[in-house]
């Protein structure tokens, strides 16, 4: 009898138990709406990425769809895209192709080259342009094609079949250095670019170009509430891809459906408030646990991971891979894709200093570039800003490259380049600004990147912490 009646109070304890962990309907839908969210950010970063670029271009500047944005000179800090090049020139064009195919034309590679990437909505490469692209710097007509686009494709194209309505062009127009002559032949060859309807190919009227330097061109990743409406925009914009269909319930949870407005109320954007923090944080943790380095022992590693790159340029063809944790990463960090990565660019990036310590915007570091750097081009260091990978604010410049006016070398060739609130005596050539309030990082560029860089003979060394003597004062 005990045992009946110490089975039925045990019992009855579970059952109080688990009806008090039981979540009401209210807690569940909330639950749900927040676990969604967070994965939908991760998933979408990309196309939101895209979006938020799109936006900057229409509120910030009067250039349009079809059309090409451009800087006229090495950008500043007021562009605030995802690590951009300040030693390059840029030409960006938004295209769509919803009312049928658009040509991009790439001139010849005479007086100057464009090392161009023509990527969709979801920054998956269609192809590269210029020398080493597609025409191999004999310039060429990249004909963008709707989906399931089945006309005859005319001769004397090159055909790029996208899965998307809308997508970028990334031209960036080679510079041989900063001097204003220099700065001006690039800006000229760049503005030899072509942008308009297959339909109006016979007599192309002529492209309109908007310069939007010294322009704040915002397009810095909204981790809160902000991040979805540039989702929906997405949503009801573009077709649904085969391989996200699994995406469609996920996102109607959130209150994303094609077809109908997204009008979130106050308890729902503070859920996606909170959603979107805990996907920044768990996309952060990634990026600070570290990429594979492309040395053992030495901190820099490739911008993009390897797993990435291949399915992306392959365009998500393998049935068995789809990283979307390292695209959304990936896609914090910076915008397009390339088909070709290696040829016409390549990118390391470092977050910590030798010792494993994170850039303090306040203390001075040195890099030590070695000689015979294996670059066709140019090689460049450039600082961004930790927390939204975007050129520090108000800094008076960003980089150092081989380019950079005044560059001094070491006797053996080699060339330092410090990182510091100020420069140490006498290296003001070779000093890249940072804010003593703002953590940083790094991006190492090689432009026409060669053989000793991928067979590791030539190695980027890792940047120290260094005391400096600033005024006669050790620092």
């Known amino acids: 009898m005990l045992r009946v009646i110490a089975g039925a109070t045990v019992a009855a304890l579970v059952a109080l138990s688990a009806q008090a962990q039981t979540p009401s309907p209210d807690e569940l839908a909330a639950r749900n709406i927040h676990r969604r969210a967070v994965e939908a950010m991760i998933w979408a970063m990309p196309a939101v990425n895209t979006d938020l670029m799109l936006q900057a271009m229409l509120r910030s500047t ?48 005479q007086g100057g080259s464009i090392a161009g990437n023509i990527v969709t909505a979801w920054q998956m490469p269609l192809e590269d342009a210029g020398p080493e692209g597609a025409d191999k710097g004999q310039g060429g007509k990249y004909l963008i094609l709707p989906p399931d686009y089945k006309s005859a494709v005319p001769a004397g194209y090159i055909p790029l079949q996208s899965d998307t309505f809308s997508g970028f062009a990334l031209l960036r127009s080679n510079l041989a250095s900063h001097a204003d002559a220099d700065v001006a032949k690039s ?9 308009y309807r ?55 949870t959130i209150g994303i459906v094609k077809g109908k407005p997204f009008d979130p109320d106050p308890k729902t954007i503070v859920l996606l408030d909170q959603a979107a923090g805990e996907a920044h944080a768990i996309l ?52 397009t894709g390339i088909k070709r990565l290696g040829t016409a660019q390549f990118y390391l990036m470092s977050n910590k200093d030798k010792d494993g310590q994170p850039f303090d915007g306040g203390a001075t570091y040195r890099l030590t570039v070695p000689a015979n750097a294996p670059v066709k081009q140019y090689w460049s260091a450039t600082v961004y800003d930790r927390e939204t990978h975007a050129l520090v604010r108000n800094m008076p410049s960003a980089s150092r490259a081989s380019i950079s006016p005044g560059i001094q070398k070491n006797a053996d060739g080699s060339v330092d ?3 510091g609130p100020k420069a140490p005596d006498g290296k003001e050539a070779n000093w890249v600004p940072t804010d003593p309030a703002r953590k940083f990082e790094l991006l190492f560029r090689l432009y026409g990147p060669e053989k000793p860089l991928f067979d590791h003979s030539w190695k980027l060394p890792d940047v120290e912490r260094v005391a400096t003597t600033i005024g006669g004062a050790t620092k």
């Open 62 to 109: 009067k250039a349009k769809v079809n059309e090409i944005v451009y800087w006229s000179k090495p950008v500043n800090w007021k562009n605030q895209t995802l690590t951009p090049n300040p030693d390059s020139i840029y030409f960006m064009s938004f295209w769509n192709v919803k009312d049928g195919p658009i040509v991009l034309e790439i001139p010849p590679a």
């Open 284 to 335: 952060a943790q990634i990026y600070d646990a570290g990429f594979p380095a492309i040395n053992p022992g030495i901190r820099w590693f490739p911008a993009a991971v390897a797993e990435m790159v291949k399915a992306a340029s392959g365009g998500y063809a393998d049935p068995n891979a789809y990283p979307v944790d390292a695209r959304g990463v990936t896609y914090t960090l910076g915008f």
């Open 417 to 419: 380049v410090y990182f």
């Open 187 to 195: 800006v000229a060859y760049g503005k030899q670019i072509k942008i």
């Open 198 to 252: 297959l339909s109006s190919a016979k007599e192309p009227p002529a492209t309109n170009f908007t310069d939007a330097y010294d322009v704040l061109f915002d397009s810095t990743i909204p981790y809160d509430s902000r991040f979805y409406r540039g989702l929906d925009r997405v949503v009801q914009s573009e077709p649904w891809l085969d391989r996200d269909r699994a995406m469609i319930d996920q996102l109607a």
